[in-house]
Nanobody
Framework: QVQLVESGGGLVQAGESLRLSCAAS????????MGWFRQAPGKEREFVAA????????DYVGQVKGRFTISRDNAKNTVFLQMNSLKSEDTAVYYC??????????????????WGQGTQDTVSS
C-alpha cells in the first residue's frame, strides 16, 4: 500500500480557488491510479475526480466538471486537485485515494485501497 497525506485545504469565499495536494510515500506512485473524494457533514463520501497512472485519462463528477482539474506529478509522487469557482456546496472534507487500475469503476470508493486522512475545505457564501 501507499501512504497518502493531503494538504491545501482551508476557508475561502465563494468564487475563489483552492489547490489541494496529496503526497504519496514509496517509489511505486506511478503504478496507482489516483482519486479525490469528498464527504460533507451528514452525507456519504462521494467521488470527485480521478486520474490514470500516466495522467492521460481523467474523470470528473458532473458537479465539478469545468471547475476542478485533477493532475499528477509522478516525479514528485504528488496528485493535485485545482478547485476554481468554488461554491458553498463544495464544502467538505476532501480525501485522496489510490487504486491499482483506472477502469470503469474508478468512481467506486470500494476499489481504492489506500486513503489519506482528509483535509477540510470550507466555502463561505
Amino acid at each position: 500500500q501507499v501512504q497518502l497525506v493531503e494538504s491545501g485545504g482551508g476557508l475561502v469565499q465563494a468564487g475563489e480557488s483552492l489547490r489541494l495536494s496529496c503526497a504519496a510515500s514509496g517509489r511505486t506512485f506511478s503504478s496507482y491510479a489516483m482519486g479525490w473524494f469528498r464527504q460533507a457533514p451528514g452525507k456519504e463520501r462521494e467521488f470527485v475526480a480521478a486520474i490514470s497512472r500516466s495522467g492521460a485519462a481523467t474523470d470528473y463528477v458532473g458537479q465539478v466538471k469545468g471547475r476542478f482539474t485533477i493532475s499528477r506529478d509522478n516525479a514528485k509522487n504528488t496528485v493535485f486537485l485545482q478547485m476554481n469557482s468554488l461554491k458553498s456546496e463544495d464544502t467538505a472534507v476532501y480525501y485522496c485515494a489510490a487504486c491499482s487500475f483506472f477502469g470503469l469503476n474508478v468512481r467506486d470508493r470500494t476499489v481504492y485501497g489506500s486513503w489519506g486522512q482528509g483535509t477540510q475545505d470550507t466555502v463561505s457564501s
